[in-house]
């Protein structure tokens, strides 16, 4: 089963959005104008590190901009992983957006341009109606200290929009029967071991414990996680929980340490496993895998 269909089928009807170089409103034609800027370091390697992980889920960025919220929302080609990343505007230095408007640009060319930042760099993104085709990034240095690198010297990019439809999925709060929490840096080196193992993983999560299993033709790996070891944990009184979903997704999502301290998963029988990342300031990046289903 794809997420799509298990989206549909538990979650609100979507809604769709049209990209266009210019937003329509009532026949009346609204030019867009947009700047946001990064200057914390902190926040400019966890803004290259999103991209980083959502390149390896879709080669096209569909980027929804309203004047509070930098919203990203897409799924990957087999429709089996859905993300969504929710920056509010007090996350960024400067953010200054005119009127809401949807954009798309190739994500692996983005992730490509924002990293090539130096450390004393402030990232700074524009749109302007002079040039409603492109996106502009430039890299300007924090101070006037003296340049001493190449990848110091001031930089500017011009990255052309490309024209992208995508039906964006409401996606409510349902009750999850197991939640829990667990440090980025251990749970993503448990995943990458498991992936040497098979390409699925089974979650057995019960009030005692959760048991994480990989196996294929090479051997099988369980690893044993204690509720002491945990955040957080909660799960619905004398439940057990067992799924199967791919590793090979989760490791894309899980593949860096750098968004946050602990990354939030939430399991139910009903909806697709959530793995959060919270980014603070009411900002998060957000992943739906569905489950496996066993015919």
């Known amino acids: ?36 800027q990064i200057n914390d370091k902190k926040k400019r390697d966890i803004f290259v590190s999103i991209f980083h992980i959502l390149k390896s889920c879709s080669s096209t960025t569909n980027l929804i901009l309203n004047s509070d919220t930098f919203h990203i929302q897409g799924m990957d080609k087999s429709h089996i992983c859905l993300f969504d990343l929710k920056l509010d505007s007090k996350w960024f230095d400067n953010y200054n957006v005119t009127n809401k408007s949807q954009i798309a640009f190739n994500t692996g060319t983005f992730h490509s341009i924002i990293g090539l930042k130096a450390d004393n760099q402030n990232l700074i993104i524009t749109m302007t109606a002079d040039e409603p085709d492109s996106l502009h990034i430039r890299f300007e240095n924090d101070g006037e200290k003296p340049k ?8 500017a990019f011009k ?7 995508y039906e964006e999925m409401n996606i409510p709060s349902p009750d999850y029967d197991a939640e829990f929490s667990y440090t980025s840096k251990q749970i993503s080196d ?20 959760i ?27 004398g ?9 090979v997704y989760i490791n894309k999502m899980c593949i860096t340490n750098k968004l946050s301290a602990d990354i939030d998963f939430s399991l139910s029988n009903e909806c697709p496993l959530k793995i959060n990342y919270s980014l603070g300031e009411d900002s998060a990046l957000v992943f739906f895998i569905a489950p496996k289903i066993n015919e």
């Open 1 to 36: 089963m794809t997420l799509k269909v298990l989206l549909n089928k538990n979650f609100l009807v979507s809604i769709k959005y049209v990209f266009m170089k210019r937003i329509k409103y009532n026949n009346i034609y609204i030019i867009f104008n947009m700047q946001i």
């Open 148 to 155: 001493k690198s190449a990848s110091e010297l001031k930089k």
């Open 211 to 237: 048991n994480l299993t990989s196996k294929g033709v090479d051997g099988e790996m369980m690893v044993n996680i204690p509720i002491d070891d945990l955040s957080s944990f909660s799960i619905v009184e």
């Open 159 to 165: 990255l052309p929009l490309i024209e992208y439809e």
């Open 190 to 209: 448990v995943f990458s071991q498991l992936g040497g193992f098979g390409d699925d993983i089974i979650v057995k999560c019960s009030e005692n414990e």
């Open 239 to 247: 439940e057990e929980i067992t799924l199967t979903y791919s590793l």
